[in-house]
């Protein structure tokens, strides 16, 4: 069975430092990957994702992720964080052989200091 | 920019009681979900549904639950009889097709007294 794992359930960073978010899947077939953002008391908003191409992914606000197959890791960054960037940050993936269900991460908080 | 919604953001209920949790989709999506999150856990998938029909279901969506499209807007969770355990926020989400993004609505926080 495919699992996602977050090794980081909180992340403190201070405002304008750059910040790195890990994710670490385990399938034996070919997945694709999510990350999608939980602000407080809000929904779940897609962040950016990975279907095909270029491996290197970037949202509008500035985070980018990389698949990197080899190491079966999908690790969110951004060079300069906001404020207005703290908020819960999952990373999740569908199998390609499979279904539909996307198996969620347990997330990671991010908590950015002024 | 089209978005999920459900209803209600808040339900409390006592256990042994129905509960439906409502959702309207993004009008030209073919896929539905829901998914729940136990305070603290994990986002669990639940079940998905295309075409009018279950397309998966995961061990924790048992006999107590159903889905239902009853009209062209409308996608429900039933819960037939509730549990301590089943207390969680649950999303519902669609996507345009298989493998593409799931959009989720904000959420329905049930609580089982």
């Known amino acids: 069975a495919q699992s996602v794992t977050q090794l980081d359930s909180q992340v403190p960073v201070f405002e304008e430092a750059p910040v790195e978010l890990r994710c670490n899947y385990s399938s034996s077939v070919s997945v694709y990957l999510f990350w999608y953002v939980q602000y407080p008391n809000q929904g779940l908003q897609l962040l950016l994702k990975?279907?095909?191409?270029?491996?290197l992914v970037e949202s509008i606000n500035g985070f980018e992720a990389e698949f990197n197959k080899s190491q079966t890791s999908f690790h969110l960054r951004k060079p300069s964080v906001h404020i207005s960037d703290t908020a819960e940050y999952f990373c999740?993936?569908?199998?390609?052989?499979?279904?539909?269900?996307?198996?969620f991460g347990g997330g990671t908080r991010l908590m950015v200091k002024p | 920019e089209p978005e999920v919604t459900q209803t209600p953001s808040h339900q409390v209920t006592q256990m042994g009681q129905e509960v439906i949790l409502r959702c309207v989709p993004i009008?030209?999506?073919?896929?539905f979900y829901w998914y729940r999150q136990i305070l603290g856990q994990k986002v669990e998938f639940l079940v998905s549904?295309?075409?009018?029909?279950?397309?998966?279901k995961s061990e924790i969506f048992d006999d107590q639950f159903s889905v239902e499209r009853p009209d062209g807007s409308n996608f429900t969770l039933k819960i037939r009889s509730t549990k301590l355990e089943d207390s969680a926020m649950y999303f519902c989400?669609?996507?345009?097709?298989?493998?593409?993004?799931?959009?989720f609505g904000p959420g329905t926080r049930l609580l089982v007294l």
């Open positions: 989400a669609s996507s345009e097709r298989r493998k593409e993004t799931q959009y």
């Open positions: 009008s030209n999506h073919l896929y």
């Open positions: 999740a993936v569908i199998l390609n052989n499979a279904g539909n269900m996307l198996t």
């Open positions: 549904f295309y075409n009018n029909e279950i397309s998966e």
């Open positions: 990975y279907l095909s191409g270029s491996t």
